[in-house]
């Protein structure tokens, strides 16, 4: 099955600078690679999403970089801001008996000092 | 409905009950999950529902969880004789794939689960 693995754990940056995030995934099959944002004490949302047709997707201060041939995919935020701070998880569809479950991995937890 | 909406939203129980946690997804959307969210910690796949399809029950821990859909509405997730280790949050989402031609997740506010 689809195993995600995600690093680091925790992040701390100050604000104003950038933080990354990167994922690697197992399933060769896997072409859609969301990242969601879960505030504390709420539930997960979408953030930004990117499909294996591509290799970059912006949207305002975040983007999303994807490599097939490696396997891999990262988050990169730009000029980070205090309401950033949040545990960010990113996930890979899993195309086993069924198609687009979605593994997440363990979670990036992001800390953006003032 | 306007969101996802999961009941009971708080659940105590005792080592060995049986609980069972209720979901109903966005109407119209086809495809439905469960997650298992320990504290301070990812978020576990357990089950996945899509349309008409068997489910992916791969994530299932052990035989004591079992979930169950009725056509393309409500879910329920039941953990029988419950042991301590299940206490978790227990989040539902759902999904409508073919409309926006990828699996953008709802998730409810989850069910939190306390096993004594």
């Known amino acids: 099955g689809e195993n995600v693995e995600q690093h680091p754990s925790t992040l701390s940056v100050q604000e104003g600078d950038s933080a990354v995030i990167k994922c690697t995934y197992s399933?060769?099959?896997?072409?859609?690679f969301p990242w969601y944002k879960q505030e504390l004490g709420k539930r997960p949302q979408l953030i930004i999403d990117i499909r294996s047709n591509v290799g970059e997707k912006k949207d305002q201060r975040i983007a999303v970089t994807l490599n097939k041939t490696a396997k891999h995919f990262s988050l990169h935020i730009t000029e980070t801001q205090p309401e950033d701070s949040a545990v960010y998880f990113c996930a890979a569809n899993h195309y086993g008996g069924s198609q687009g479950n979605l593994i997440f991995g363990k979670g990036t937890k992001l800390s953006v000092k003032p | 409905g306007a969101g996802v909406s999961q009941s009971p939203s708080n659940k105590v129980t005792e080592k060995g009950k049986d609980v069972e946690l209720r979901c109903d997804p966005i109407s119209g959307h086809t495809a439905l999950y469960w997650y298992r969210q320990r504290l301070g910690q990812g978020l576990e796949f357990l089950i996945y529902?899509?349309?008409?399809?068997?489910?992916?029950k791969s994530g299932l821990p052990s035989d004591r969880f079992s979930a169950e859909r009725t056509g393309e509405s409500v879910s329920t997730l039941t953990i029988q004789r419950t042991q301590q280790e299940d206490s978790a949050v227990y989040l539902c989402a759902s999904s409508d794939p073919h409309r926006s031609g990828a699996n953008v997740l709802t998730f409810g506010a989850g069910s939190r689960l306390t096993v004594l």
């Open positions: 399933d060769s099959a896997s072409n859609y």
């Open positions: 529902f899509q349309g008409n399809s068997a489910p992916d």
